[in-house]
């Protein structure tokens, strides 16, 4: 089992940048499957990013493609969101996940408690 702690979020304008980090705790955080959430009033939860245990394989959505980066750092047991060109329409809570399972897709088996980024205009 791993348990997983965002941290990052915050208010930002138009344009900016954030970068979210996930630090996971428990045994082999190199073997999950690692995925970015978001949430915003109203809406489904869906999937931002994901990326493979070596990191060798990435998934973004087509929202975020060319803003949007997922790194992770296994020595530190911590994955990455790199937000660039933020706008109103990103704003929501978004949550850590993580995987075992083979797939980059849902589901996933663990998640964190949020941290809620806000882009103003």
């Known amino acids: 089992q791993v348990q997983l702690v965002e941290s990052g979020g915050g208010l930002v304008q138009a344009g900016g940048s954030l970068r979210l980090s996930c630090a996971a705790s428990?045994?082999?955080?190199?073997?999950?499957?690692m995925g970015w959430f978001r949430q915003a009033p109203g809406k489904e939860r869906e999937l931002v990013a994901a990326?493979?245990?070596?990191?060798?394989?990435?998934y973004y959505a087509d929202s975020v493609k060319g803003r949007f980066t997922i790194s992770r750092d296994n020595a530190k047991n911590t994955v990455y969101l790199r937000m660039n060109s933020l706008n109103p329409e990103d704003t929501a809570v978004y949550y850590c996940?993580?995987?075992?399972?083979?797939?980059?897709?849902?589901?996933?088996?663990?998640w964190g408690q949020g941290t809620q980024v806000t882009v103003s205009s």
């Open positions: 990326i493979s245990w070596r990191g060798g394989s990435t």
């Open positions: 996940a993580a995987k075992r399972a083979a797939g980059l897709l849902r589901p996933y088996d663990y």
């Open positions: 428990g045994r082999s955080f190199s073997s999950y499957t």
